[in-house]
């Protein structure tokens, strides 16, 4: 078990339904640290390169719209594991698969409107941060006073 850092983004659909706080809640009652947040307008450019290994693949197109289609906050969490963490507290990308108590489960309507984004691996997290966020926006370096009582991402 590592200490990590894991990128998440709210989907447009997220901020248009206003889950935004309900969602960041459950990253930190598992223990996660937030250690970096902006809302973004997701451009084409941006778009592209957070989605290309998708280009050429028949759903590519709708996954632009939709990601371009209103503001997505971007996150960057930290904790033990927590690129696990953050996909066991996200869930299944179709929301019919998801477990219960998953945001996808709870939130999402359909695989392509599932609420929220999730890194993948260790590389895909450096790939996605630096996509969003410049060195000096991620403040890894604060310490909670509780940290001491969590043990990140439970048990």
């Not at 200490?3 to 248009?16: C, E, G, H, M």
């Not at 691996?121 to 001491?148: C, H, M, Q, T």
Request: net charge negative; with cysteine.
């Amino acid at each position: 078990m590592t200490l990590q850092q894991s990128f998440v983004a709210l989907k447009p659909d997220a901020i248009q339904r206003g889950l935004t706080a309900d969602i960041i809640h459950r990253f930190e009652l598992k223990g996660l640290k937030l250690v970096a947040l902006k809302m973004v307008k997701v451009d084409e450019a941006l778009a592209s390169q957070h989605y290309a290994e998708h280009i050429g693949k028949d759903f590519y197109p709708s996954l632009v719209n939709f990601i371009t289609s209103g503001p997505v906050i971007a996150m960057v969490w930290e904790g033990r594991d927590a690129i696990a963490v953050c996909r066991r507290v996200i869930g299944n990308t179709d929301p019919e698969k998801a477990e219960p108590g998953t945001i996808r489960f709870d939130f999402g309507q359909a695989p392509q409107r599932n609420i929220i984004h999730g890194c993948d691996s260790p590389e895909s997290a450096v790939r996605e941060i630096a996509l969003y966020f410049k060195p000096e926006e991620i403040l890894s370096g604060w310490n909670r006073d509780i940290d001491k009582w969590i043990v990140p991402g439970g048990l």
